[in-house]
């Protein structure tokens, strides 16, 4: 697979190859706690190396299938891994449509990383894949991701009941979305201030 490499200002989403397993271990790792209010319980072998190594190793095949994309975000200034994000259950027509789920280290939490990565991914599955839309899902209770998908350009649609099984109970969520005529829109009137 062709590394994809995404550039804004101050970050870097480039996708995961073999030898980031052990950068994304780590990360993984010190966020365990912090993301994991918001995720479904994981088992202990998930925050090591050999299995983070298999889920880029899955990423790699699905983005070969066009499927999936799994980009670690890096710092521009350091290239230090601060975060991921993906664009995955990608479906074409007659939907052109895919997810964007993303995850920020807690103490790079606030410098705009997540906000950045979300405009960089969106711009590479609007304009190179061609979708039509982008979906995430949030947790109501995740004020701040809501605030991030808010400024990105997202638009809440509606409210899903009972749509994960997060930390033994089922958790409510928000759907936000933007399609590609938003996105455009947002873009021509960024571009023309």
Not at 37 to 45: V, Y
Not at 113 to 137: D, H, S, W
Request: hydrophobic residues 35%; positive net charge.
């Amino acid at each position: 697979m062709n590394l994809i490499r995404l550039e804004g200002k101050r970050c870097i989403c480039k996708t995961f190859q073999m030898a980031d397993a052990a950068a994304l271990a780590q990360v993984v790792k010190h966020n365990k706690e912090f993301w994991g209010r918001f995720e479904p319980i994981h088992r202990e072998s998930y925050y090591t190396t050999v299995v983070q190594r298999e889920k880029i190793r899955e990423s790699i095949k699905l983005s070969k299938e066009q499927r999936e994309y799994s980009f670690g975000i890096y710092d521009k200034k350091n290239f230090q891994l601060v975060g991921t994000i993906s664009l995955y259950s990608i479906k074409r027509m007659p939907f052109l449509s895919g997810m964007i789920g993303y995850a920020v280290d807690q103490q790079q939490v606030g410098k705009g990383f997540a906000q950045e990565a979300i405009a960089l991914v969106a711009e590479f599955a609007f304009t190179q894949l061609q979708l039509n839309r982008l979906e995430a899902y949030v947790s109501p209770y995740n004020e701040p991701s809501i605030y991030v998908l808010g400024k990105s350009g997202f638009y809440e649609e509606g409210y899903l009941n009972q749509l994960l099984y997060i930390n033994g109970q089922w958790m409510d969520h928000l759907l936000f979305a933007q399609t590609k005529s938003d996105y455009m829109a947002r873009k021509t009137n960024r571009d023309s201030s």
